[in-house]
């Protein structure tokens, strides 16, 4: 949620290149809103908002009883505005201008922390991901993948074992301009699948019918 809209859109459109799903909202109560209808694993938090500025909108946000991590950004570097960032329940602060790997390297932190702390490098069967450098192996094997596999294949892994439904993927590896009416999520899995289990004997990546993907090493009870 950025104050700015031409900021907003150019940092929307570096993430999205980093393989994030990235909605925007320009004014405080927008960004209450969308938080509000919409599961989110990080929010970027800009103080200077229309309306509700961003101290405001992170206190409602932490009454509300929301524990999604909110990193802010503003160009306010006075001590105390951070204190009061964070004592409002931000998690991190972060002062303009800054630079844009810091950003991503702040943001990777706050989403390893989530429950648990999640490890740099996911691993199923002999499928290595590293979710730093986007580097990904099946066993001495590295598979290229696109910004969008990539972002896809990740978040499989980060819920390997379990059923993850068609509206989670659109939710958390796609954005707001998605189509629910599409058949992208069903061609992505399909290069998805051709790229991780080709030339393998193991199926790691499974389609359960009417229920949604699971990246799993154990072999799925129905598979297509």
Request: charged share 25%; glycine share 6%; proline share 5%.
């Amino acid at each position: 949620m950025e104050d700015e809209p031409d900021t907003a859109r150019m940092l929307a459109k570096g993430l999205r290149e980093q393989t994030y799903a990235v909605d925007v909202a320009t004014d405080g109560d927008v960004a209450l809103y969308q938080i509000a209808i919409n599961t989110y694993d990080l929010v970027l938090l800009d103080v200077m908002l229309p309306g509700k500025d961003g101290f405001v909108v992170c206190r409602e946000l932490r009454a509300s009883g929301a524990t999604v991590p909110v990193l802010m950004l503003t160009a306010r570097d006075a001590v105390q505005d951070r204190i009061v960032g964070l004592d409002t329940g931000a998690d991190d602060y972060l002062t303009k201008p800054f630079d844009f790997h810091e950003l991503l390297a702040r943001m990777r932190a706050l989403l390893r922390r989530g429950p648990a702390l999640l490890p740099e490098t996911l691993a199923i069967a002999d499928l290595r991901i590293n979710t730093r450098s986007h580097h990904v192996h099946r066993g001495d094997r590295p598979i290229p993948l696109t910004a969008k596999e990539y972002a896809l294949l990740e978040y499989l892994a980060r819920h390997a074992g379990t059923v993850v439904t068609r509206a989670a993927i659109a939710d958390h590896v796609w954005d707001e301009s998605y189509d629910p009416f599409s058949n992208l999520i069903e061609v992505y899995v399909q290069r998805l699948r051709r790229k991780i289990d080709a030339d393998s004997p193991r199926r790691l990546l499974h389609t359960q019918r009417g229920a949604g993907y699971m990246l799993t090493a154990a072999e799925a009870p129905r598979r297509s």
